[in-house]
Protein backbone atom coordinates (compact mmCIF):
# COMPACT_ATOMS: atom_id res chain seq x y z
CA UNK A 1 0.00 0.00 0.00
CA UNK A 2 1.28 3.49 -0.87
CA UNK A 3 -0.31 6.37 1.11
CA UNK A 4 -0.06 10.05 0.02
CA UNK A 5 -0.29 13.13 2.39
CA UNK A 6 0.27 17.08 2.36
CA UNK A 7 -1.33 17.99 -0.37
CA UNK A 8 -3.69 21.09 0.29
CA UNK A 9 -4.64 24.82 -1.08
CA UNK A 10 -1.52 27.12 -1.14
CA UNK A 11 -0.66 30.24 -2.67
CA UNK A 12 2.02 30.67 -5.48
CA UNK A 13 5.69 31.26 -4.22
CA UNK A 14 4.71 29.28 -1.21
CA UNK A 15 5.70 25.67 -0.60
CA UNK A 16 4.66 22.21 0.30
CA UNK A 17 5.99 19.39 1.47
CA UNK A 18 4.19 15.95 0.44
CA UNK A 19 5.07 12.78 2.10
CA UNK A 20 4.09 9.07 0.92
CA UNK A 21 3.81 6.29 3.38
CA UNK A 22 4.75 2.68 2.33
CA UNK A 23 3.76 -0.81 3.63
CA UNK A 24 3.10 -4.34 2.55
CA UNK A 25 6.47 -4.70 0.86
CA UNK A 26 10.41 -4.11 1.20
CA UNK A 27 10.05 0.29 0.98
CA UNK A 28 13.81 -0.10 0.79
CA UNK A 29 14.78 -2.38 -2.23
CA UNK A 30 12.94 -0.20 -4.28
CA UNK A 31 13.05 2.83 -6.55
CA UNK A 32 10.29 5.58 -5.87
CA UNK A 33 8.92 8.16 -8.32
CA UNK A 34 6.26 11.28 -8.04
CA UNK A 35 3.95 11.68 -10.88
CA UNK A 36 1.52 14.05 -11.50
CA UNK A 37 -1.87 14.72 -12.99
CA UNK A 38 -3.40 17.84 -13.69
CA UNK A 39 -7.39 18.29 -13.11
CA UNK A 40 -8.79 16.54 -16.40
CA UNK A 41 -5.29 16.14 -18.40
CA UNK A 42 -2.30 13.28 -18.73
CA UNK A 43 0.63 11.72 -16.76
CA UNK A 44 3.82 13.68 -15.77
CA UNK A 45 6.54 11.93 -14.10
CA UNK A 46 7.70 14.67 -11.60
CA UNK A 47 10.76 13.00 -10.30
CA UNK A 48 12.72 9.73 -8.95
CA UNK A 49 14.87 8.15 -6.66
CA UNK A 50 17.23 5.14 -6.10
CA UNK A 51 16.39 2.69 -3.24
CA UNK A 52 19.52 4.09 -1.34
CA UNK A 53 19.08 8.00 -2.56
CA UNK A 54 22.13 7.95 -4.81
CA UNK A 55 20.25 8.33 -7.90
CA UNK A 56 17.86 11.34 -8.57
CA UNK A 57 15.88 12.85 -11.20
CA UNK A 58 13.28 15.44 -12.23
CA UNK A 59 11.14 16.70 -14.74
CA UNK A 60 12.46 20.20 -16.28
CA UNK A 61 9.50 21.82 -15.39
CA UNK A 62 10.28 21.34 -11.24
CA UNK A 63 14.31 20.83 -11.70
CA UNK A 64 15.38 23.81 -9.16
CA UNK A 65 12.20 23.93 -7.33
CA UNK A 66 11.83 20.34 -6.06
CA UNK A 67 13.27 17.64 -3.54
CA UNK A 68 12.55 14.22 -3.62
CA UNK A 69 14.29 12.47 -0.56
CA UNK A 70 13.24 9.25 1.07
CA UNK A 71 13.61 8.04 4.61
CA UNK A 72 13.84 4.03 4.31
CA UNK A 73 13.81 3.50 8.29
CA UNK A 74 10.22 5.01 8.12
CA UNK A 75 9.19 3.62 5.37
CA UNK A 76 8.48 7.02 3.52
CA UNK A 77 9.05 8.96 0.45
CA UNK A 78 9.09 13.24 0.78
CA UNK A 79 8.48 15.74 -1.99
CA UNK A 80 9.41 19.28 -0.65
CA UNK A 81 7.68 21.56 -3.55
CA UNK A 82 9.64 25.16 -3.38
CA UNK A 83 8.40 28.41 -5.49
CA UNK A 84 4.69 26.95 -6.21
CA UNK A 85 3.00 27.95 -9.89
CA UNK A 86 -0.80 27.36 -10.69
CA UNK A 87 0.47 25.05 -13.17
CA UNK A 88 2.02 22.91 -10.17
CA UNK A 89 -1.82 22.44 -9.51
CA UNK A 90 -2.13 18.31 -9.60
CA UNK A 91 -2.96 15.48 -8.16
CA UNK A 92 0.01 13.98 -6.76
CA UNK A 93 0.75 10.10 -6.89
CA UNK A 94 3.49 8.37 -5.96
CA UNK A 95 4.56 5.22 -7.36
CA UNK A 96 6.99 2.50 -6.91
CA UNK A 97 9.60 1.30 -9.25
CA UNK A 98 10.31 -2.24 -10.19
CA UNK A 99 13.90 -1.94 -9.29
CA UNK A 100 15.95 -0.73 -6.80
CA UNK A 101 18.54 1.71 -9.40
CA UNK A 102 15.04 3.08 -10.81
CA UNK A 103 14.21 3.81 -13.43
CA UNK A 104 11.96 1.43 -15.28
CA UNK A 105 8.37 1.36 -14.53
CA UNK A 106 5.75 1.96 -11.46
CA UNK A 107 4.03 -1.78 -10.90
CA UNK A 108 2.20 0.32 -7.77
CA UNK A 109 0.80 3.71 -7.32
CA UNK A 110 -1.09 5.57 -4.08
CA UNK A 111 -4.26 7.23 -4.63
CA UNK A 112 -2.76 10.51 -4.72
CA UNK A 113 -3.37 13.87 -3.06
CA UNK A 114 -4.29 16.99 -4.64
CA UNK A 115 -2.38 19.85 -4.47
CA UNK A 116 -4.08 23.41 -5.59
CA UNK A 117 -1.94 26.77 -5.81
CA UNK A 118 -3.65 29.71 -6.48
CA UNK A 119 -4.28 33.49 -5.15
CA UNK B 1 14.28 14.37 -25.00
CA UNK B 2 12.48 11.84 -26.36
CA UNK B 3 8.71 12.75 -26.84
CA UNK B 4 6.22 9.62 -26.40
CA UNK B 5 3.30 10.37 -29.03
CA UNK B 6 -0.31 8.42 -28.84
CA UNK B 7 -2.87 8.27 -31.32
CA UNK B 8 -5.67 8.51 -31.94
CA UNK B 9 -6.56 11.18 -28.66
CA UNK B 10 -9.93 9.34 -28.36
CA UNK B 11 -11.61 6.32 -29.71
CA UNK B 12 -15.02 5.31 -30.23
CA UNK B 13 -15.53 1.89 -30.16
CA UNK B 14 -18.47 -0.74 -28.83
CA UNK B 15 -18.23 -3.93 -26.68
CA UNK B 16 -17.08 -7.07 -28.42
CA UNK B 17 -14.61 -5.32 -30.74
CA UNK B 18 -11.12 -5.44 -30.94
CA UNK B 19 -8.82 -1.95 -31.06
CA UNK B 20 -5.76 -1.12 -31.45
CA UNK B 21 -3.81 1.86 -29.67
CA UNK B 22 -0.63 3.36 -31.03
CA UNK B 23 2.06 5.12 -28.97
CA UNK B 24 5.09 6.16 -31.13
CA UNK B 25 8.54 7.45 -29.55
CA UNK B 26 10.78 10.13 -31.26
CA UNK B 27 13.98 7.86 -30.54
CA UNK B 28 14.30 4.51 -30.27
CA UNK B 29 14.00 2.88 -26.91
CA UNK B 30 13.92 -0.80 -27.63
CA UNK B 31 11.62 -2.42 -25.87
CA UNK B 32 11.46 -0.21 -22.90
CA UNK B 33 7.95 0.58 -23.00
CA UNK B 34 4.60 0.16 -20.69
CA UNK B 35 1.02 0.64 -20.95
CA UNK B 36 -1.08 1.74 -18.18
CA UNK B 37 -4.67 1.76 -17.76
CA UNK B 38 -6.86 4.42 -15.81
CA UNK B 39 -10.46 4.89 -14.63
CA UNK B 40 -11.98 7.95 -13.84
CA UNK B 41 -11.02 8.69 -9.94
CA UNK B 42 -8.25 5.61 -10.11
CA UNK B 43 -4.53 5.50 -9.86
CA UNK B 44 -3.40 4.29 -13.26
CA UNK B 45 -2.82 0.34 -13.59
CA UNK B 46 0.33 -1.01 -14.93
CA UNK B 47 -1.01 -3.34 -17.92
CA UNK B 48 2.00 -4.05 -19.87
CA UNK B 49 5.85 -4.04 -19.54
CA UNK B 50 8.73 -4.47 -21.64
CA UNK B 51 6.47 -3.78 -24.57
CA UNK B 52 4.73 -7.18 -24.56
CA UNK B 53 4.99 -8.38 -21.13
CA UNK B 54 1.52 -8.78 -19.40
CA UNK B 55 1.67 -7.64 -15.47
CA UNK B 56 0.18 -9.63 -13.01
CA UNK B 57 -3.15 -10.18 -13.08
CA UNK B 58 -4.37 -8.86 -16.78
CA UNK B 59 -6.46 -10.77 -18.51
CA UNK B 60 -5.15 -12.42 -21.97
CA UNK B 61 -7.22 -10.04 -24.05
CA UNK B 62 -5.30 -6.99 -23.93
CA UNK B 63 -1.90 -7.47 -25.44
CA UNK B 64 1.71 -5.63 -26.29
CA UNK B 65 4.03 -5.15 -29.37
CA UNK B 66 6.48 -3.16 -31.14
CA UNK B 67 10.13 -2.44 -30.35
CA UNK B 68 12.49 0.49 -31.72
CA UNK B 69 9.72 3.40 -31.93
CA UNK B 70 6.70 2.20 -33.19
CA UNK B 71 4.15 0.42 -30.60
CA UNK B 72 1.10 -1.19 -29.89
CA UNK B 73 -1.21 -1.80 -27.34
CA UNK B 74 -4.42 -4.07 -28.52
CA UNK B 75 -7.61 -4.87 -26.99
CA UNK B 76 -9.57 -7.58 -27.94
CA UNK B 77 -13.33 -8.81 -27.03
CA UNK B 78 -13.75 -5.44 -25.32
CA UNK B 79 -15.38 -5.30 -21.53
CA UNK B 80 -17.48 -2.62 -20.21
CA UNK B 81 -14.70 -2.32 -17.66
CA UNK B 82 -12.18 -1.47 -20.52
CA UNK B 83 -13.47 1.67 -21.91
CA UNK B 84 -10.59 4.03 -19.74
CA UNK B 85 -7.99 6.03 -20.89
CA UNK B 86 -4.41 4.25 -22.03
CA UNK B 87 -0.83 6.06 -21.27
CA UNK B 88 2.37 4.59 -22.81
CA UNK B 89 5.39 5.20 -20.51
CA UNK B 90 9.25 4.84 -21.96
CA UNK B 91 11.54 3.91 -19.10
CA UNK B 92 14.64 3.99 -20.80
CA UNK B 93 16.34 6.86 -19.28
CA UNK B 94 14.12 9.05 -16.94
CA UNK B 95 10.97 8.32 -17.83
CA UNK B 96 8.27 10.14 -19.54
CA UNK B 97 4.44 9.22 -20.60
CA UNK B 98 2.59 9.92 -23.75
CA UNK B 99 -0.58 11.82 -24.07
CA UNK B 100 -3.17 9.24 -23.43
CA UNK B 101 -5.53 7.34 -25.41
CA UNK B 102 -9.12 7.30 -24.05
CA UNK B 103 -11.82 4.39 -24.79
CA UNK B 104 -15.15 5.99 -25.58
CA UNK B 105 -18.32 3.70 -25.96
Known amino acids: QLVESGGGFVQPGRSLRLSCVGSGFAFDDYAMHWVRQAPGKGLEWVSG????????GYADSVKGRFTISRDNARNTLFLQMNSLTPEDTAFYYCAKDVVGPGPFYFDFWGQGTLVTVSS | EIVMTQSPATLSVSPGERVTLSCRASETIRNSLAWYQQKPGQAPRLLIY???ARATGIPARFSGSGSGTEFTLSIRSLQSEDFAVYYC????????FGQGTRLEI
Open chain 1, 49 to 56: ISWNGDII
Open chain 2, 89 to 96: QRYNNWPS
Open chain 2, 50 to 52: GAS
